[in-house]
């Protein structure tokens, strides 16, 4: 009955920004972390940042210094703040949560497209 919603994805020049952001709903859980992660044509899903309850952050070694991750624990939101966008950026962006319901357990969003034009 979980569902991750993400919005904010779209076209942008290389450059420029976009914030992308994804809520968490359904049933009762307690976040463990959330992230995002992201998957280019022919290419493998990689992790971009992940944030836990605690705060504690983890980016990949291509976005540190132009994105940010954050969470709002009250509201069970994550955002990701980028900055600097590259063509390489491209992506769709899926959010992911590791919640706890009993156990722990991953869930993932549909995805957002996110296209940064040179």
């Known amino acids: 009955q979980v569902q991750l919603v993400e919005s904010g994805g779209g076209l942008v020049q290389a450059g420029g920004s976009l914030r992308l952001s994804c809520a968490a709903s359904?049933?009762?859980?307690?976040?463990?972390?959330m992230g995002w992660y992201r998957q280019a044509p022919g290419k493998q899903r990689e992790l971009v940042a992940t944030?836990?309850?605690?705060?504690?952050?983890n980016y990949a070694d291509s976005v540190k210094g132009r994105f940010t991750i954050s969470l709002d624990n009250a509201k069970n939101v994550v955002s990701l703040q980028m900055n600097s966008l590259k063509p390489e950026d491209t992506a769709v962006y899926y959010c992911?949560?590791?919640?706890?319901?009993?156990?722990?357990?991953?869930?993932w969003g549909q995805g957002t497209q996110v296209t940064v034009s040179s």
């Open positions: 944030i836990s309850s605690g705060g504690s952050t």
């Open positions: 359904g049933g009762s859980f307690i976040i463990n972390a």
């Open positions: 992911n949560a590791n919640l706890h319901r009993g156990v722990n357990l991953n869930y």
